[in-house]
């Protein structure tokens, strides 16, 4: 099985050094809190979040394969529902997935796109989200959503950025 240091070797690797690799590292730190509130395997949900992007760079251009080839590159080192969050993250691979992982991943991910549009170390009220990222209207319905689905409150997700330090200083 792939190890934590494996995953962030293949960011290395695939990601470099790229606000994309920032980006999984922090997606695999709030996959691990997250898992700990949820009582998931903390290291199987760290290491989907480390994994779900490797694929970005080679996808570009075929945004339909990201995340099933990143899944496919990891094929047994990864147990089946991490593959399957993996390459459902994004909806336009057109797959779906109703496992606890998949949805976690996908708030991970939704976290890590907030914080990339925030100034401060921690998440405004929801409110105030909406008109931050009316340029992506689908973003904090998905956040929050998910987060009330798994039952994460909204001061945990608070919480995880702001120990994260993945913010943008103003």
């Known amino acids: 099985m792939l190890t934590v240091s494996d995953a962030h070797r293949e960011i290395d690797d695939k990601l ?44 570009r251009t075929t945004p339909h394969q990201h995340g099933p080839l990143a ?23 057109g797959l779906t997935c109703d496992l606890p992982i998949c949805a976690a991943l996908k708030l991970a991910d939704a976290l890590a796109v907030i914080a990339e549009g925030l100034t401060g170390p921690s998440l405004p009220d929801p409110d105030d989200l909406v008109g931050r990222f009316e ?24 919480d995880i950025l702001a120990q994260s330090g993945y913010v943008k200083r103003a």
Not at 71 to 93: C, E, F, K, Q
Not at 138 to 158: C, Q
């Open 71 to 93: 899944a496919a590159w990891l094929s047994g080192r990864l147990p089946p529902d991490a593959l399957l969050a993996i390459a459902a993250h994004d909806h336009r691979a």
């Open 16 to 59: 470099g050094d790229t606000p994309r690799a920032a980006h999984s590292r922090f997606v695999g730190y709030a996959m691990r809190r997250i898992a700990a509130h949820l009582q998931m395997d903390a290291v199987v949900c760290e290491l989907v979040g480390l994994c779900h992007d490797l694929d970005f760079e080679h996808t």
């Open 135 to 158: 340029s992506r209207p689908w973003l904090v319905p998905l956040l929050l959503d998910t987060a009330g689905h798994l039952s994460i409150p909204y001061p945990l997700l608070s």
